[in-house]
Structure formats: structure tokens, C-alpha cells
């Protein structure tokens, strides 16, 4: 069974950091790239930030600056590092495969992932 679990998120105070760790099980997923949604309260789910095989990187307007996303290839695990957050970063956050490997470039629509996590709670208080 494919799964892929989040960890790592919490509360937070504004300006505070945040790791989120995504561990991959069932099958490998060293060459499609990895990503990071979220979905804020009343909200769709947004991209957040994605990353290829071999490391090149997407991220959103709101998370450049802020957010950091990493893969461990040998770990089959992905990473999104979260600092000066505010109280708009409060939302569930889904990490997400890419349904096709050995991409160039990392795509940000929610329709091309195909492995979702479950979802962890982020909660940034002011």
C-alpha cells in the first residue's frame, strides 16, 4: 500500500519556524517530484512548493522567502521549512507526489498529483 504520512506540524507563534517532514512507504518515489499543498480554513488547496529529482525547485508568491522545500532521495522524504510565519500560514498542509518521473521541472496544479498525504495542522497564533 502506497502511503505518505506527514509530521512535524503544530502550533506556532508569528515569526516562528516550522519543519514538516512527508516519509514515503509502498513503493519508491526517488524520481517524481515532490510537493507541498495546503489548505488554509474556508479555503481551496493551494500549491506551496515543489521540487524535482535532482533538486530544482517551485514556489509559490506567498511562500518564496519564507519557505524552504528539501528531498532525502535515500530516505524517500521531502521537507518544507517554514520561517517568519504568520497567522495567514495557519492551514493543513498535504505533501504530494507527481503522477509522472524524471520531470525537468516541477508543476504546481493540484490535478497532477496523484499520491496524497493525509495532512497535518499548522496553527500560526498572533
Known amino acids: 500500500q502506497v502511503q505518505l504520512v506527514e509530521s512535524g506540524g503544530g502550533l506556532v507563534q508569528a515569526g516562528g519556524s516550522l519543519r514538516l517532514s512527508c516519509a514515503a512507504s509502498?513503493?519508491?518515489?526517488?524520481?517524481?517530484?515532490l510537493a507541498w499543498f495546503r489548505q488554509r480554513p474556508g479555503k481551496e488547496r493551494e500549491f506551496v512548493a515543489a521540487?524535482?529529482?535532482?533538486?530544482?525547485?517551485q514556489l509559490s508568491d506567498s511562500a518564496k522567502g519564507r519557505f524552504t522545500i528539501s528531498r532525502d532521495n535515500a530516505k524517500n522524504m521531502v521537507f518544507l521549512q517554514g520561517d517568519s510565519l504568520n497567522p495567514e500560514d495557519t492551514a493543513v498542509y498535504y505533501c504530494?507526489?507527481?503522477?509522472?518521473?524524471?520531470?525537468?521541472?516541477?508543476?504546481?496544479?493540484?490535478?497532477?498529483?496523484?499520491?496524497w498525504g493525509q495532512g497535518t495542522q499548522v496553527t500560526v497564533s498572533s
Open positions: 521540487i524535482t529529482r535532482g533538486g530544482r525547485s
Open positions: 509502498g513503493r519508491t518515489f526517488v524520481n517524481n517530484p
Open positions: 504530494a507526489a507527481d503522477s509522472e518521473t524524471w520531470r525537468l521541472y516541477a508543476r504546481t496544479e493540484l490535478s497532477n498529483y496523484a499520491y
